[in-house]
Every structure is written in structure tokens, then in C-alpha cells.
Nanobody
Framework: FQLQASGGGLVEAGWSLRLSCAAS?????????IAWFRQAPGREREGVSCFRSSGQSTDFQDSVKGRFTVSRDATKNTVYLQMNSLKPEDSAVYFC?????????????????RGQGTLVTVSS
């Protein structure tokens, strides 16, 4: 069972990126809540946003409210993180995680599946 994030890259401030999180070996259906985390060099890992199995979304960071949106496409077994109006402080390795149930804990270790990350770099 695996989650793989992709879609990162180098962009300028104000640009957008859409990250993808593809599941393999299991079906990422609506019994799962999906979260995105990030970790910048020298900083602690932090939760970014989460899409609950019930369909509600949660932003862990006030700094991403109104800019980041989590969505899912069950037909593609994939979850997305749309990031708009990117800022240099958004630069980090982003990775996704999934857990059964309708909850979004802010601690990565509380998720059943945790994927590899994708690097996002935002230049000023």
C-alpha cells in the first residue's frame, strides 16, 4: 500500500501549483480522510489541509486559508492540493497521508498511510 505525491516544482511567488497524491495497492475511497503535510528545512513538520471522509475540509494553518484547496477524485484514486497565490514561505516538501474515518488529526503519525513527498520551491 502506497501513497505517492507529485506535482512539485520551482515557481515564482503568486503562481499556482496543483499537487497530486496517488494511492496504489488500496482504494482511496470515501471511507478515508486525506491530509497534506509539509516540512521546510530547519522547521518542524506541520499539517496544511485535510479533506474528511464526510466531505468537509479543514485547514491546519491560517496562512493557507483561502489559498489552498484539497479535493479528491475517487475514479482516479487520487487526492489533490491546489495551491494558489504561493508565497516563499510555502516552500517545503509536501506529502500526503490517509486514515480511515471522518477525522483529521494534525499529527502525521495518526494516519494509517503516509506517502513520499514532493518538493515545492517558491521564489520571491
Amino acid at each position: 500500500f502506497q501513497l505517492q505525491a507529485s506535482g512539485g516544482g520551482l515557481v515564482e511567488a503568486g503562481w499556482s501549483l496543483r499537487l497530486s497524491c496517488a494511492a496504489s495497492g488500496f482504494t482511496l475511497d470515501y471511507s478515508y480522510s486525506i491530509a497534506w503535510f509539509r516540512q521546510a528545512p530547519g522547521r518542524e513538520r506541520e499539517g496544511v489541509s485535510c479533506f474528511r471522509s464526510s466531505g468537509q475540509s479543514t485547514d491546519f494553518q491560517d496562512s493557507v486559508k483561502g489559498r489552498f484547496t484539497v479535493s479528491r477524485d475517487a475514479t482516479k484514486n487520487t487526492v489533490y492540493l491546489q495551491m494558489n497565490s504561493l508565497k516563499p514561505e510555502d516552500s517545503a516538501v509536501y506529502f500526503c497521508a490517509a486514515r480511515r474515518g471522518d477525522s483529521c488529526p494534525s499529527t502525521l503519525m495518526q494516519y494509517d498511510y503516509r506517502g513520499q513527498g514532493t518538493l515545492v520551491t517558491v521564489s520571491s
